[in-house]
């Protein structure tokens, strides 16, 4: 008999070996082109001065697809458009925060890719908001094509008398902080810092973090064997965080 301890590492190793065949070289190739839609959102995604997809996702996609032997091209498209044409099957992979809108025409990746911090910015001694019922009744700014990880519906409620001032661009956005047209900006962390607060300093900023974001791969339930792909997807991205190839976060 063997020990309940070796047994069980074998059993892992069978699934492990199990989900690394799912989808060989050569029937990876014999798949359709992977058609990965992304909004601008430096410097996760965004199109390069080449008219290339460039940035963190691309870059990580880079390397999973030719482990895994596919074809894949990308296009920028605006969020609202994303949605649609995920939903029409036009589009087949993204990564994205997960959205009601996709649950019925897409599948979602077990563990996350990507993570990033949602802040809350001000300026001057205004109370820091530690978390979402904390903005009940206030003033804000937020970004168009932002989905805020759910957080829409909450600032949409009339219940809570939040008045929301959209911003088009990150600099607009902590403009119109400065300028007193809102009390509090929200914000990722990582695209805050690469558009407007690693290039200037602004006095009195203040921040607090409401939420940890998660981003996770997203394909098309009408692209073949989705399932597989998935998992095969998933399996070389646990191999590229073992061995360190891109960098990437994960919590």
């Known amino acids: 008999m063997i020990a309940g301890g070796l047994a069980a590492r074998i059993t892992a190793l069978a699934m492990v070996l199990a989900v690394s065949a799912a989808i060989r070289p050569v029937e990876a190739q014999m798949l359709p082109m992977i058609e990965y839609g992304y909004p601008e959102q430096p410097p996760r995604a965004y199109t390069n001065a080449n008219g290339e997809?460039?940035?963190?996702?691309?870059?990580?996609?880079n390397v999973l697809f030719s482990k895994v032997g596919m074809s894949w091209r990308g296009s920028s498209l605006p969020a609202p458009r994303l949605m649609h044409s995920l939903q029409s099957g036009e589009t087949n992979f993204s990564i994205l925060v997960p959205n009601p809108l996709l649950d019925q025409c897409c599948i979602y990746s077990r563990r996350n890719v990507w993570y990033d911090e949602l802040r809350v910015y001000s300026i001057g001694d205004k109370p820091l908001i530690r978390t979402k019922e904390d903005l009940a009744g206030k003033s804000i700014i937020?970004?168009?094509?932002?989905?805020?990880?759910?957080?829409?519906?909450?600032?949409?409620?009339?219940?809570?008398?939040?008045?929301?001032?959209?911003?088009?661009?990150?600099?607009?956005?902590?403009?119109?902080?400065e300028a007193g047209r809102a009390d509090y900006l929200l914000n990722y962390a990582e695209v805050a810092d690469a558009h407007v607060l690693s290039r200037r300093s602004i006095p009195e900023l203040r921040q607090s973090v409401l939420d940890t974001v998660r981003m996770y791969f997203v394909i098309s339930r009408s692209y073949p064997d989705a399932q597989k792909v998935l998992d095969r997807l998933e399996a070389v991205h646990g191999e590229i965080r073992a061995n360190d190839i891109a960098r990437q976060f994960t919590k």
């Not at 997809?53 to 996609?61: A, I, V």
């Not at 989905?147 to 949409?156: D, N, P, W």
């Not at 009339?158 to 001032?165: D, M």
């Open 53 to 61: 997809p460039d940035g963190h996702y691309p870059r990580l996609l």
């Open 142 to 177: 937020t970004l168009s094509g932002f989905s805020y990880g759910g957080l829409a519906t909450i600032l949409a409620d009339p219940k809570n008398a939040i008045t929301n001032n959209v911003a088009h661009t990150h600099e607009a956005a902590f403009a119109m902080l």
